[in-house]
């Protein structure tokens, strides 16, 4: 991540088309992703995402928990050994655990301007680290199957990978979020929806088998899912909107 400083000068992010050849650079303004990343407020806010997806399932005995009985196993005096009570003790193989961990819930929630800030600093630290670019698109071809019904391939989102040389390291791909159905739009707005929903869907299938490859809507990002992957691919629709969102 970098480094923590106040940026001024705007970043130039290179453009690519799905053939690998950059085709143009976005300049990006620092000042629309927070203009600085504080490390320390990324830090807590993954932290939160890491704790909350935790299951808190774990459980251990204690030792009125564990079978056995409280009877002292010999008596106090007179044997030569050390003094001893029950065998549910946590001194004695079988015996409780002392001090264990029980079920718990880990969750527990940063206000929402400063998981917001930690969003768009973790995605201008991937533009400060040139770990980021921009595609004109990713709208993958319709491949027909045997019968001549439409399939999903996931070689041609590999292929598109490997042009933007992301095949061997691991990168979110963020995507412009689809339209939500509507019924009081009218016919071609209806359609084109579809067709909108129909390529994000076949985007989303041909990337799921993808090690290490994530893809989303831009605006479902947060500072989690940006740093967790190495590289971050964006569309320019995808750009547009997180431009929008971060106002």
Known sequence: ???????????????????GVEVGKVEIDPAEFGGRVNKQLVHDVVLMYLANQRAGTHSTLRRGEV??????IFRQKGTGNARAGTKRTNKRRGGGTAKGPKPRDYEYHLPKKAVRAATRMAILSKFQDNEAIIVEN???PV???????SVIKTK??????????MADTTCLIGTVSPPERSTDADAQTVADAETARAAHDRLYRSSRNLTGVRLMPATQFNAYTVLRQKRLVLTRAALEELRKTSK
Do not use: W
């Open 138 to 140: 990713l709208d993958l």
């Open 1 to 19: 991540m970098a480094t923590e400083k106040t940026e001024t000068k705007p970043i130039s992010v290179p453009v690519y088309n799905r053939e």
């Open 67 to 72: 079978a056995g009985s409280s009877k002292k």
């Open 156 to 165: 041609e989102m590999l292929k598109v990978l490997g042009t933007l040389k």
């Open 143 to 149: 491949v027909s199957g045997p019968q001549g019904q």
